[in-house]
C-alpha cells in the first residue's frame, strides 16, 4: 500500500465521494471493523492505522474467506476490509456468507486485483466498495468512515471500467425486443433510487428531499427489496439500465 500522498483517491459511483469529511461525534459508538487478508504484515499496519483513530474500533483479523465468515458472524463488525485473492476461501465468496451472517455490515475489497470480472462479482455479491492497495495510508480511515456511512467507494481506476460496463448495459437494453415489467416503486422510492444512483449517501438524500435520515434508509432497504437488489452498486446498474440516470 502506498504512503505517496499523491495519489488519487476513492471514488463514489458515479461521482466522487466525499469521503471522511468528518468524524464520528463524540458520545457515539466507534466503527468495528474486521480486517481479513492472508499477509499478516499488511493487516498489522492496516490495524496500525485505524488504532489510531478515535472513532475505529479494530475487533479482529482473519487470515482467509474461511475465518472472515466465522469472525463475523461471531464480532458483528460495522466494516469488512477484505482482499479477494485468499486461501481456502476467497473473499467474494466469504462476501456473500458474510452479508447473510452479518447483514448490516458494509464490506470493502481491498486488493491488488484491477481485473474487471473480480470488480462486477464483487459488487454482485454485495461489496460497498473496491479500492485498490494502491491508496495512500491516509485515506483507509476515511474510506471506512465513507463507507459506514452510506457510500459506495471505488478507485478511480475501477470506477471508469464499472461505468464502462454501465452503458454498455444501457446499450444492450435499447435492444431488448421483449421487455419484462419493472417492478413498481412508489414516487418517492423512485426519487431515492434517482439519487442514489447519482451517488448521495443517505444524509445528502435526506437533505435534499427534506425527510429524515431513517426515512431515507428505509426507502433504500424497500427499493432493494422490491428490486431484489443487494447493494446500492446494483441499484445503481439497474436505474442506468431502465433509463433513470444517464451517462454521458
Known sequence: ?????????????????????TKAGEGTDPIRVLIVDDHALFRRGLEMVLQGEDDIEVIGEGGD???????????????????????????????TAIKDAAPSA????????????????????????????????????????????????????????????FAALAKRSEERTQQV?????????????RLVARGLGNREIARELFISENTVKNHVR?????????SRMEAVVYAVREKLLEIT
Do not use: W
Not at 424497500?222 to 443487494?230: A, D, R, S, V, Y
Open 1 to 21: 500500500m502506498s504512503e505517496n500522498p499523491q495519489a488519487r483517491g476513492a471514488a463514489a459511483v458515479p461521482r466522487q465521494a466525499a469521503a471522511g469529511d
Open 65 to 95: 474467506g474461511h475465518e472472515a465468515v466465522e469472525m463475523a458472524g461471531d464480532l458483528l463488525p460495522d466494516v469488512v476490509l477484505m482482499d479477494i485473492r485468499m486461501p481456502r476461501r476467497s473473499g467474494i465468496e466469504a462476501c
Open 106 to 165: 458494509k464490506i470493502v475489497m481491498l486488493t491488488i486485483s484491477d481485473e474487471e470480472e473480480d470488480l462486477f462479482e464483487a459488487i454482485k455479491a454485495g461489496a460497498s466498495g473496491y479500492l485498490l492497495k494502491e491508496i495512500s495510508i491516509d485515506e483507509v480511515p476515511q474510506a471506512v468512515r465513507a463507507v459506514h456511512g452510506g457510500q459506495s467507494l471505488i478507485s478511480p481506476s475501477m470506477a471508469s471500467k464499472l461505468i464502462t460496463e
Open 181 to 193: 415489467p419493472a417492478p413498481r416503486l412508489t414516487d418517492r422510492e423512485m426519487e431515492v433510487l
Open 222 to 230: 424497500n427499493i432493494l427489496e422490491k428490486l431484489q437488489l443487494h
